[in-house]
């Protein structure tokens, strides 16, 4: 403290003494309360920053992604033509295919994604099947078919009908030797519509102990 500055004393009333509490409390807040607002501002404005900064970079990796898939693509086509050529297959019977190379170190898998549909034919070849299953629950053993039956045919999350307990409804079907239950089965299957969603890029690598290891090629998995 500087020699020309003195302390000094200041009698107070309790009634003063609460008053300057108060007001002391009161500034501590509203210091608080600035500080806590000028660190959600620079929060605010840091991610305002990144976010400009990185979606640039996401754009230009996602043109890059896209470019890389459609040259791939393009590059095995004539290899997928000569494909069905030599081992006489019909190329849209076929949703995937896998090439490896000589060595057998290296392969790429090439495809769709193909999402399970039915036309609303499907509905009549479901009731048929439902009809005919659910009269034969007269006995503990029926009973467990008809359970059996009716999980085929529940639908997933979407509403669906998954195509493959449907080939297992067909065998079931085939060893009942009933012919209504194969006609419901049969228009089920014959309102059968995939729907082929998005062609798909897969390629892996054997490490040195011979198991293979995908090479990723999206966000989630480098």
Known sequence: ???????????????EKAQFDAFRREKAKKEAEARAKAERETYRQMVDDEV???????????EDIKETKKAVLENFKSILDMKCEVLKVVKDDQRSHTF???EGDKRVMLG???TDGYRDTVEEGITI?????????????TK??????LKLLSRDSKGTLKASRIVQLR???EDSNNDRFLEGVRIIEEAYQPAVSKQ???AEIRDKNGMWVSIPLGMTEA
């Open 1 to 15: 403290m500087a020699q020309n500055e003195k302390k000094q004393t200041v009698e107070m009333t309790a009634e």
């Open 52 to 62: 400009n900064s990185a979606i640039p970079v996401l754009l230009s990796l996602s």
């Open 100 to 102: 490896t190379n000589s």
């Open 112 to 114: 769709v994604y193909v």
């Open 129 to 141: 099947v439902k009809e005919y299953i659910e009269s034969l629950a007269d006995n503990e053993k």
């Open 144 to 149: 467990s078919l008809v359970s059996m039956v």
């Open 171 to 173: 065998k079931i079907a």
């Open 200 to 202: 798909f890029i897969r």
